[in-house]
């Protein structure tokens, strides 16, 4: 995933170093791999029919960056779960993410 530099704000950085400013990029590049890495665990744990589990997952994933894909996975395994008022919240930021 591309990230814009914290440091100059040039856009799609996709490098360990930012080419305009040299700034250092690799623990923001660790966060978007970790936040995407619990949401695969999450997606296994859908399919598996473990919404709680995936529920876990996705709120990890979620702490560590602000998805869509978050956001629909949480609402899915709320509403599976039978957790309206978990499923709304999910659902606002969904649309607050597409927004």
């Known amino acids: 995933m591309a990230i814009p530099c914290p440091a100059c704000n040039k856009a799609?950085?996709?490098t360990a170093t930012?080419?305009?400013c040299g700034c250092d990029l690799s623990k923001l590049h660790a966060i978007v791999e970790s936040a995407a890495?619990?949401?695969t665990v999450a997606r296994a744990?859908?399919?598996g029919a473990d919404?709680?589990?995936a529920l876990a997952a996705v709120e990890q994933s979620w702490q560590l960056l602000h998805s869509s894909e978050?956001?629909?996975l949480g609402?899915?395994?709320a509403g599976t779960l039978g957790d309206t008022v978990r499923a709304l919240q999910w659902h606002r930021r969904?649309?607050?993410d597409a927004e």
């Open 70 to 72: 978050a956001a629909r």
């Open 45 to 47: 744990a859908l399919v």
């Open 75 to 77: 609402f899915l395994a």
């Open 18 to 20: 930012c080419a305009r």
């Open 51 to 53: 919404c709680s589990g």
């Open 37 to 39: 890495a619990r949401l």
């Open 94 to 96: 969904a649309r607050a």
């Open 12 to 14: 799609d950085q996709t």
